[in-house]
């Protein structure tokens, strides 16, 4: 009886696996003949290292990089910045009050892997990408706001007035809530992000954490560099060095 | 009951199909379309709606059905734009058949060349 059932499932597993072997390459032709590349996979998860010993104090050039790559008014347009202006990436100065050290650094969207913007969002707007970029699908954003309390580092923006002339790559709109994609866009067609390519001083290094032969993951190895508010457990994208 | 249904059914006929009062629309380059247009009228929403879930949550740009390829051909040569203007590609047919488009309260409705000389 025993024999009979070994061989029974024997030719179950064969012809299960004949039928994915004839199976697989018509499903890869139909992507094919669809023009589809595939799509972005959890082997990736792109991040960020901030050297605070290269970050200028006063200069701003990731931040105009980032208002201009993704149509961000940012103070340009409006004649200065208006109160309700999005602001996708900001440059905060710290100050060690007993020592007198002084600390420049770009604050923007931590990208966590555990991001609490996501668990709260009631229609599943907030998402995290399988390559670990947290993004906002406008299409379904009601624009309620939950996901500016709860993350941690105010890294959200909510568009309050109407927008026009949107940069046909970055589509943005009043009511819904939005904040820094790491330049999805650029991302997909293998550029890097505008504030990384645009700071003169190299101190935003991009680049993929879990390929260990990458650049990024070689100087996280070597050198001491912290996430802001390990202590939540977010596991954050961006790090700091020298903070 | 059935019979006079269909009788319903053909006199909503949209006049385009049958052919009288039809919406003159600024087709831009124009050219061959991803799919055959009598289709496409009917059909583009379901195409957009699908490459856009596609995009945004998966990261896959290169599809066919993608809006900006719309836009690319089919924009106005004369100012860029889908929208805008009573005989404007997007905007002409909507009004005609009195459907609001959502689109464009985010995505720009400029070709993207036109939109990047502009700035």
Known sequence: MSNINVQRRQFLKTSVGLAAVAVAPGMLLFEAAHGQSAAVSSKVRWGMLIDTANCTDGCNDCVAACNKGNGLAGGLNSGGLSPTDSQWMRKVELKDMRGGRTLSLPMMCQHCEHPPCVDVCPTGASFKRADGIVLVDRHRCIGCRYCMMACPYKARSFVHEPLHDQNPDVPRGKGTVESCTMC????????QPACAEACPNKAILFGNLNDPESEIARRIRTVASVQVRADLGLNTAIRYQGL | MKAFLFI???????????????????????????????????????LLIRQRDETVRKGIRDGKYSLKNCIECHASLRDDSVIGRDDSFCQGCHRYEAVKIDCFECHSGKRKSAWAQSK
């Open chain 1, 184 to 191: 999805v866009q650029r991302i997909d067609r293998g550029q």
């Open chain 2, 8 to 46: 319903l059914l053909l006199a909503a006929t949209p006049s385009w199909a049958a052919g009288s009062i039809v919406p003159k629309l600024d087709i831009g380059k124009g050219g061959q379309c991803v799919e055959d247009p009598q289709w496409m009228r009917k059909n583009h929403m379901h």
